[in-house]
């Protein structure tokens, strides 16, 4: 019996599909993601790159979402969360976090989600459990040496800039008709706005972007 592998993934595919880019700028990243997992045997580690405000964990959420649907993992897997900013300078207490018992048995069979990896120095955990990093693009030669020569997967996420005009008309819709069933009401934007929303720098990219319109 021959089956069709594309066929087979199509209800999985509607997990990305909520993710503005799927066809677009995050098309790889998705194809990357999908072929990795691919084997479930094996000890899957990634790597997101990216600026603040891309992106990163929305995109780790929704990983998880996937992995639970191709049934990878348990429907109670859990998404663990550390991020490094808040041991800089503290980074034994992060390995002894990471090591501990209580932890390796919370994330078990889940995905581990480390972010600002590139803030500390932090060598790879072996566990049950998909491993994933996050770090600036920003990167310096000692990050590379250590991180991007032993990754399964590496992911570049792109700025706000660097996605098209419809992508970030979809942000701001989507941003808009949520805050729309928030308050029970519909919004009128005026031309002039609608343009400086889809054209004005932000420097924070799509987090900015979205508190922006909330805020306006």
Same mark, same amino acid.
């Given at each position: 019996r021959l089956i069709n592998l594309n066929q087979s993934n199509e209800k999985y595919d509607l997990v990305f599909q909520k993710m503005i880019g799927c066809n677009d700028? %995050?098309?790889?990243? +998705?194809?990357?993601v999908k072929s990795e997992l691919i084997y479930p045997d094996k000890k899957h580690m990634f790597l997101f790159i990216g600026s603040s405000g891309v992106g990163k964990s929305f995109f780790v959420q929704t990983l998880i &979402?996937? @992995?639970?649907?191709?049934?990878? @993992?348990? /429907?109670? *897997?859990?998404? %663990?969360k550390l991020n490094c900013k808040y041991y800089m300078n503290h980074e034994n207490d992060l390995i002894d976090v990471i090591k501990s018992a209580a932890l390796l048995k919370q994330v078990e069979d889940g995905i581990m989600f480390v972010d600002n990896v590139h803030l500390i120095s932090l060598q790879s955990k072996e566990g049950h459990f998909i491993l994933v990093f996050s770090s600036d693009k920003n990167v310096d030669e000692d990050f590379r040496k250590n991180y991007l020569e032993c990754m399964n997967v590496i992911i570049d996420i792109p700025d706000l800039m660097d996605r098209s005009l419809n992508e970030r008309f979809d942000i701001m819709k989507n941003t808009l008709q949520k805050e729309s069933?928030? #308050? =029970?009401?519909?919004?009128? #934007? =005026? *031309? &002039? @706005? %609608? %343009? $400086?929303l889809l054209l004005y720098? $932000?420097?924070?990219? +799509? /987090?900015?972007f979205i508190n922006d319109i909330k805020e306006g």
């Open positions: 700028s %995050l098309k790889n990243a +998705i194809k990357k &979402e996937y @992995v639970k649907e191709r049934k990878m @993992v348990s /429907k109670k *897997a859990q998404l %663990l069933q928030k #308050i =029970d009401k519909n919004f009128i #934007i =005026d *031309a &002039e @706005v %609608l %343009l $400086c720098h $932000c420097e924070r990219n +799509i /987090k900015q």
